[in-house]
């Protein structure tokens, strides 16, 4: 992968290294959804006493954002940069589960739709669209006991538990529709985690804002070296005015998301950074990759060209942005398939 994707210029070295690290790893296993368990990232941010790192989320930034620029499909992203915080955060965090995730040695599904939406008028039973396979050895989600929000963790084989693979327009990561029966989920299915609705808010708007730009990056990054390569009336396209000033326009973009989602994730417990990160990150990026299909021509709608695909991942990732949203009619969801990429 090309390292003019991470245009970012505030990355530390050490941050780079990192970057260039999983740009290597992630390429050569780009739908591996362990990618990355040899070298600790889904223990990144958990302390050494349960198998983690004990890094914080802004060294697991740079991965984040190689993970949105290759298309990987690696569950790290959201087992380390998201549920393994909500579980660390519970008034009795459970250390099994935390230190099997750390190791890559259980699985995780976690719902795109905001809590708030999951629990609203609800009834006997809670439908979600979630990042990770339907066989995952866990499913954890937000559910109100009684006025009380709690984080439910159900294990794969839970008698509350309907789940299937399902087809979304993304395909470069595994989705599943799961189906929970309210009046089967018990008290020890549930922890208590103080924050609850903030802290998923926060979490999930560092990370799917870092994975959003990361495709974004990678799409402006193919565009420019379109434009060198092909010419017309005996020109390179990009020494055009028109065409050098969209590419401005979308780069200027991509910066400025970029610099936001750094910035959340430098301080994940600041709600109005958290906020900007996802207000500002989904639509940039949707921009971006919209322009880099725009740019590329003919070839930018083809399969072959790959940038409707770094579209599609920015989508998918804007629509989790959006706090209160339902994604499942909108991503495209088409039924079971199991063993989805």
Not at 198 to 225: H, N, Y
Not at 311 to 316: D, E, F
Request: glycine share 10%; hydrophobic share 45%.
């Amino acid at each position: 992968m090309s390292k003019d994707v991470f245009v970012f210029s505030g990355l530390t070295d050490e941050q780079r290294a990192v970057a260039d690290l999983a740009a290597e790893v992630l390429s050569g296993a780009v739908s591996d959804v362990t990618a990355g368990a040899d070298v600790g990232w889904f223990g990144i941010g958990v302390p050494e006493a349960l198998g983690g790192s004990g890094a914080s989320l802004a060294e697991l930034a740079p991965v984040v954002e190689c993970c949105g620029a290759t298309g990987a499909a690696s569950a790290a992203v959201w087992t380390a940069g998201i549920v393994q915080q909500l579980l660390l955060a519970a008034a009795t965090p459970p250390r099994e589960i935390i230190a099997a995730l750390a190791e890559c040695a259980a699985t995780v599904a976690l719902p795109l739709t905001d809590p708030e939406s999951l629990t609203r008028d609800t009834g006997e039973r809670i439908r979600c669209l979630a990042f990770g396979a339907a066989d995952s050895d866990w499913l954890v989600f937000p559910v109100v006991n009684g006025t009380v929000l709690r984080l439910a963790m159900l294990p794969s084989g839970h008698p509350a538990r309907r789940s299937e693979d399902v087809l979304a327009v993304d395909r470069s990561r595994p989705y599943s529709r799961h189906e929970i029966e309210i009046a089967a989920v018990r008290p020890h299915d549930m922890l208590d985690v103080p924050g609850l609705l903030g802290l998923w808010r926060r979490r999930k708007a560092v990370v799917l804002a870092l994975d959003a730009v990361g495709a974004a990056g990678a799409a402006l990054s193919k565009t420019v070296e379109y434009s060198r390569n092909r010419h017309q009336f005996g020109r390179p396209i990009g020494s055009f005015q028109a065409y050098k000033h969209r590419c401005s326009d979308a780069r200027l973009r991509l910066l400025l998301a970029q610099s936001i989602a750094y910035r959340a994730a430098s301080d994940p417990e600041d709600d109005m950074t958290c906020v900007a990160a996802a207000v500002e990150a989904g639509p940039a990026a949707v921009f971006v990759c919209g322009e880099a299909v725009q740019l590329h021509g003919g070839i930018g709608f083809t399969w072959e060209a790959g940038i409707g695909a770094h579209l599609k991942r920015a989508r998918a990732d804007e629509i989790g942005l959006d706090l209160g949203s339902a994604p499942s009619s909108v991503l495209g969801v088409s039924g079971p398939a199991a063993g989805v990429r």
